[in-house]
């Protein structure tokens, strides 16, 4: 009996927490669509406080920090017109970026 409420605890426990995990995935992608319509809407003060201070931002031109990708998105240098959500092999998620050189 001792086994069997440890068993149960245990497989309850662990749903729980596959539960919170679909939230937190769900969550992701959902901040994720958000961010792609902040830059298609060159809404950098949201992007302001999305983007962390050390983040780097890495292109075919280059690559560059925080300061000078919100002024990129800004002028209007790269447009994001549109972000797509793919799911490539193994579930990971990639995304790609329709975007229009100023």
């Keep these: 009996m001792k086994n069997f409420v440890v ?6 426990s662990s749903t729980s927490l596959f539960s919170q995990g679909a939230d937190i995935q769900t969550e992701i992608k959902e901040l994720s669509k958000q961010k792609w319509q902040w830059m298609a809407e060159k ?4 992007l302001a406080n ?3 201070e050390k983040a780097k931002f890495v292109h075919m031109s280059g690559s560059w920090k925080k300061d000078r990708e919100l002024e990129i998105i800004q002028t209007g240098s790269i447009w994001y017109k549109q972000g797509c959500q793919k799911r490539p092999k193994e579930g990971k998620i990639g995304y790609y970026s329709k975007s229009r050189r100023g």
């Design 7 to 12: 068993v149960f605890f245990i497989v309850i």
């Design 43 to 46: 809404d950098v003060d949201k």
């Design 50 to 52: 999305l983007f962390h």
